[in-house]
Structures are given as structure tokens and as C-alpha cells.
């Protein structure tokens, strides 16, 4: 693939190349099946060609802001995680986007979408994830986050050319897990876009990371937290600390040579946990639903890094919407409405996996210091955690935070301290900063939200929305329940 030199000098030659398929009149949903009634918001979904000789196309679901004027209105670029897991499934059906598949066919909509406040685009990336596809088998193999990064660029400057009235728009670049990886990457990239290149710069104004991966050393080292939530025994808290030392054994599970002392420890842990216990969410039920997705999406071993993420409800006690969202956007008729599909893939649409071979060494990769290079340039990075997610818990988020805030020399604002969403607590924040011509300015703001998983929006939507609002206008999180404001 390009390396990133090679890829900004040859842009304006793939631009003319791509002229045909960047000016194609946008794919308009003229209705998805079941939707609801009266949808005042415009939907698009299709195809954007990111390298057209071997029939590279990464599928996009775009919705425009529910309100009268969508132009005035800032864009948001979604990317989940994986790596290998899909935007819309996750993104946009489960967790923010304006409908979710109801248990009688239809589509319900979400009152708590994302829609509300912005431009969402949900984007599968990178190829071999969801719909995204190349007609080159071989590049399904060895896919990594420099590939990654700089396709979802080509992507973005491609999806300008068919959307020219968001050229101008501000730009938020947001998503969760593995998204940790790419967002980071894909923003550094477009800095770097906006320097070398004269004209219309892109207009990145900051990135969020829900439940981020950002150093496999320091992110996933879960034992305290699954000891302190009830879900392991003093006795394998000590296992985990001696027998699997939580650095050496992840580097060690990437490169398949666990020890067998280790491997007999995580087997016991799992026998803790118990088969029902989801990772991502240590309270959620299981889904009872008599298909085979229902049945066996909560059987799997622990395995955080490479397991398909397990499919979870948007609403605690609808433990079974993944089932209705796979059957949905397998059937014909969603996904003619979608645009997608259109070459006939040769397996089913799915959450995670497909045909995606995806380098491990790209995990080991840590992001910290990139972070530390886009807020010296001044791009503002909100880190959220939802506090019952086992797979990077909390705790190891709020250490990266401080590990970034000491490093810059960043002022505490205010206190560790509650923030509300509506008249409940929503989670705890803290947000570093530095005073600028008498003026407080926020650069890094780290978030728990109270009672969610590792997909944020899927348990917990109301804070969720508040979380984003807070993020798009670059305000601080609520400290007192509106109705007690004076």
C-alpha cells in the first residue's frame, strides 16, 4: 500500500483519477424498509472508490442533522473498532444513529441520536468490514493501521467531492474501542493534509474516544477491575498478577505463545466468570432469542483483542437488538434500499470479521504519544470510559489522562467531581487545561459514564447524548442538574 509521503504527493493525480466516481450524484435513501412516518432528515448511503485498479470501495451511511438547515450544522465521522467491526452495524443501528430494528420488523427511532446535534457519518472501514469491499483478494491479507489511515483519508477527501456543501463544515472525528488506533491516526494525517497541501484546509476540530485502546501495556490490564466488580476471586487476582503478568501476557497472546501455566489460569478465570458474563458489560443479561446468533454470542472464551465483539442492547433489558440488526441489513430489500452490496459479496453482512486479516503487530502500537502531538497542535481530545467495561476499563483510561496531562504541563479545572445528565449523576470527569489571555482553554477532558458498557451509547444513551452535545459546543459536562441552576 502507500506509504504517506507517496500517498499526499500522488493525491492530486488519484483526484483526477477518481473524477468519475467522486462526482457521481450522491445515493439518496429514498426510505429504508420499516421506517417510521413523517422522517424529516435526508439519509445517503453507498459507495465511496478509494483505489479504483484493485476495485477498492469503503460503503458509508451518512444522516444529515435532524433540523431545517443540516449545512450549519457541524460533521461527525464515526469509525468502530475491532480492529474489524462495523460503524453501522455498531455505530449507527445499535448505538446513535436515528432507528434501531424493532421486535416486530419495524424501525424505531431513537430519541436519543446523535442526529440531534450534528452531521453523522458512519463509515465500515477499513475493506472487508461490513459492506466495504476489494475485488483484489490479496488485500484482504496484512491490512494495518498505516493502510487504515490513510484509506480513510482518501475516503473523506473522496466524500467531500460527492457532499461539496460539508467541505467547509467543522469536523469531529469520533468512535470507540479499537477506534483508539485509527482516530488519532486518521486526525494526524489530516494535520498533516492541511499543511502540505494550500487551499481549503479540512476543519478537524477535535476527536473523542470512548473505551479506547491506546497502549496494549496500559489499557487492557483489567485483574483489579473484574477483582473489584465481584467477578474474580482474591486467589486469581494473585494468578493474573504472578502466573499472567498482564504486560508480558498480552504480548505474548498476540504473538500465540502463551505459556501453558497461563493459558490454565484464564481457563479457571473464565469457569469465574461464568459463560453468561459479558466482558464489555459485567451487568447485562444475555439474550434468550431462540437464533443461532442469540443462542451462542455470549459463549465464547475471554479474548479482548480479537474475539467478534459481543452484541448488546441499546437499552439495559433488550439484550437481543444485535439479533434484529443482523437479520436486518441481511435482507435484500435493506440493503437495495442501503445501496450496498451492489457486487454480491460472497458471504453474509456481519458485525466483526469477515474476510480481514489484520496485522497484529499494529496492536502493539501506542498512541500516547500521538495524542500528546495533536494536543500540542491544539486539537482538544475528549477520552470517555463507560464504568462497567472490563475489556479497558475506566481505570486505565483515567491513568493515560493523567500520564497526558502531567506530561504537557495541563491544569486541573475544578475538581474530580460529578457531572449530571438530567437531574442523575452521569459519571465522574475531569477536565486539564491552560489559561490563555485570562481565559480557561480545555484540551483534554477525561469522562466515566455511570452504568455503561463498553459500548457507551448501547446502555447508556441519554448520557451519552449529553456527553457528545458537551463535546461538540467544547463546554464542560454539567456539574449541577439543570433543574437546581439558578
Known amino acids: 500500500m502507500w506509504s504517506s509521503m507517496t500517498f499526499l504527493l500522488a493525491f492530486p493525480v488519484i483526484s483526477c483519477f477518481f473524477f468519475f466516481f467522486c462526482n457521481a450524484s450522491a445515493e439518496l435513501i429514498k426510505g429504508l424498509p420499516g421506517q417510521p412516518a413523517n422522517v424529516t432528515f435526508k439519509q445517503y448511503s453507498g459507495y465511496i472508490v478509494t483505489e479504483p485498479k484493485h476495485g477498492r470501495a469503503l460503503f458509508y451511511y451518512f444522516v444529515e442533522v435532524d433540523s431545517a438547515n443540516p449545512g450549519l450544522h457541524p460533521l461527525t465521522l464515526w469509525l468502530n473498532g475491532g480492529p474489524g467491526c462495523s460503524s453501522l452495524g455498531f455505530g449507527a443501528f445499535s448505538e446513535h444513529g436515528p432507528f434501531q430494528p424493532g421486535e416486530n420488523g419495524h424501525l424505531i427511532k431513537n430519541k436519543y441520536s446523535w442526529n440531534l446535534e450534528s452531521n453523522m457519518l458512519y463509515l465500515e472501514s477499513p475493506i472487508g468490514v461490513g459492506f466495504s469491499y476489494s475485488n483484489t483478494s490479496s488485500d484482504y491479507l496484512g491490512v494495518n493501521d498505516t493502510i487504515t489511515a490513510e484509506e480513510n483519508l482518501i475516503f473523506i477527501l473522496n466524500w467531500f467531492k460527492k457532499f461539496p456543501q460539508y467541505r467547509d463544515s467543522d469536523l469531529y472525528l469520533s468512535g470507540e474501542s479499537y477506534a ?50 465481584g467477578v474474580i476471586s482474591d486467589e486469581m487476582l494473585i494468578l493474573r498478577k504472578t502466573v499472567c503478568n498482564e504486560s508480558r501476557r498480552l504480548k505474548e497472546s498476540l504473538h500465540r505463545n502463551l505459556s501453558k501455566q497461563c493459558i490454565d489460569v484464564l481457563n479457571q478465570e473464565q469457569e469465574e466468570m461464568g459463560s453468561f458474563t459479558d466482558p464489555g458489560d459485567l451487568i447485562l443479561p444475555i ?93 482538544p481530545i475528549l477520552l470517555f470510559n463507560g464504568d462497567q467495561d472490563s475489556k479497558i476499563p475506566l481505570t486505565q ?33 475531569q477536565s486539564f487545561g491552560q489559561a490563555r489571555k485570562g481565559k480557561n482553554v480545555t484540551y483534554l477532558t477525561f469522562a466515566t459514564v455511570r452504568g455503561a458498557a463498553h459500548e457507551v451509547p448501547y446502555t447508556s444513551p441519554s448520557q451519552a447524548l449529553t456527553l457528545f452535545r458537551a463535546f461538540l459546543r467544547g463546554s464542560p459536562l454539567p456539574r449541577i442538574p439543570p433543574e437546581t441552576k439558578k
Open 180 to 229: 483508539g488506533h485509527y482516530i488519532p491516526q486518521l486526525a494526524a494525517l489530516i494535520l498533516n493534509y492541511n499543511k502540505r497541501f494550500s487551499g481549503r484546509p479540512i476543519k478537524l476540530k477535535a476527536i473523542a474516544l470512548g473505551n479506547p485502546l491506546l497502549d496494549l501495556e496500559i489499557s487492557v490490564n483489567n485483574a483489579e477491575f473484574l477483582w473489584s466488580h
Open 397 to 429: 483510561t483515567r491513568i493515560i489522562a493523567n500520564m497526558l496531562a502531567e506530561e504537557l504541563k495541563l491544569v486541573p479545572f475544578g475538581s474530580y467531581a460529578p457531572w449530571y445528565d438530567k437531574m442523575q449523576v452521569g459519571g465522574w470527569t
Open 287 to 379: 439474550c434468550l432469542s431462540p437464533t443461532v446468533l442469540g443462542q451462542t454470542v455470549y459463549q465464547g472464551a475471554l479474548n479482548m483483542l480479537h474475539a467478534k465483539l459481543a452484541i448488546r442492547s441499546a437499552v439495559a433489558g433488550d439484550p437481543c437488538l444485535g439479533d434484529r440488526i443482523y437479520q436486518y441489513l441481511n435482507m435484500p430489500k435493506v440493503q437495495e434500499a442501503l445501496h450496498a452490496n451492489t457486487t454480491h459479496l460472497p458471504s453474509d453482512w456481519e458485525f466483526c470479521g469477515g474476510h480481514l486479516v489484520y496485522q497484529r503487530e499494529s496492536l502493539e502500537i501506542n498512541i500516547i504519544p500521538l495524542l500528546s502531538k495533536l494536543l500540542r497542535r491544539s486539537i
